[in-house]
């Protein structure tokens, strides 16, 4: 089985900022990594995904995030933000063998202010 | 367009009654899911189908109960044995095939109690 902790459940940053959500993971064997978003009442995005190669992975909206073996780490981050990327970040875990059945995080809060 | 419809939006349950939450897929998925979101906790697996006529229990199946007739369809049955039904439940889909990692969700339903 996996886990997987959000360090932060509320994010606030000034619009053109830089943010960085921060994500571990725990697990005993190999792990494919996601970041999804929730924009309010409707389901999850796919931001990205590491499954393999490139420890440094770019996804949608000018966001990536990198993958650190030796820390299980898995952070998010966008160098500028916009008004409209408020909403909540979930990272999720899933065995490279038990396709579909991620584990989600609890969730970070991004609240992107003028 | 293809996607995955969730209905209804909202649904109140009354003390003791069983409702049924639809979730239909137009994406030719084999696999699919049914998740819990509760405030500040993530989402949790309630069930999932791989195969019609085939599904799983997932981490917290206690409670309810699924239907896998048609690829199409994975409609959640939330029983009067559910206790603490209140909450946001996303249906999501992965596909074609079994080894496709990403996850497309609907935009849920919410269910309170009356």
């Known amino acids: 089985a996996q886990s997987v902790t959000q360090l932060d459940s509320q994010v606030p940053v000034f619009e053109e900022a830089p943010v960085e959500l921060r994500c571990n993971y725990s697990?005993?064997?190999?792990?494919?990594l996601f970041w999804y978003v929730q924009y309010p009442n409707q389901g999850l995005q796919l931001l990205l995904k590491?499954?393999?190669?490139?420890?440094l992975v770019k996804g949608i909206n000018g966001f990536e995030a990198e993958f650190n073996k030796s820390q299980t780490s898995f952070h998010l981050r966008k160098p500028s933000v916009h008004i409209s990327d408020t909403a909540e970040y979930f990272c999720?875990?899933?065995?490279?063998?038990?396709?579909?059945?991620?584990?989600f995080g609890a969730g970070t809060q991004v609240v992107v202010t003028p | 367009d293809g996607g995955i419809t969730q209905s209804p939006k909202y649904l109140f349950r009354k003390e003791g009654q069983n409702v049924t939450l639809s979730c239909e897929q137009n994406?030719?998925?084999?696999?699919m899911y049914w998740y819990r979101q509760d405030p500040g906790q993530g989402l949790r697996l309630i069930y999932y189908?791989?195969?019609?006529?085939?599904?799983q229990k997932g981490d917290i199946a206690e409670g309810y109960s699924v239907s896998r007739e048609k690829k199409e369809s994975f409609p959640l049955t939330v029983t009067s044995a559910q206790k603490n039904p209140t909450a946001f439940y996303l249906c999501?889909?992965?596909?074609?095939?079994?080894?496709?990692?990403?996850?497309?969700f609907g935009s849920g339903t919410q269910l309170s109690v009356l």
């Open positions: 697990s005993s064997v190999s792990v494919y």
């Open positions: 994406l030719n998925h084999d696999a």
């Open positions: 999501a889909s992965s596909g074609p095939g079994l080894r496709d990692e990403k996850l497309f």
């Open positions: 590491y499954l393999s190669g490139s420890t």
């Open positions: 189908s791989q195969i019609v006529n085939d599904f």
């Open positions: 999720a875990a899933q065995q490279t063998d038990s396709w579909g059945k991620l584990q």
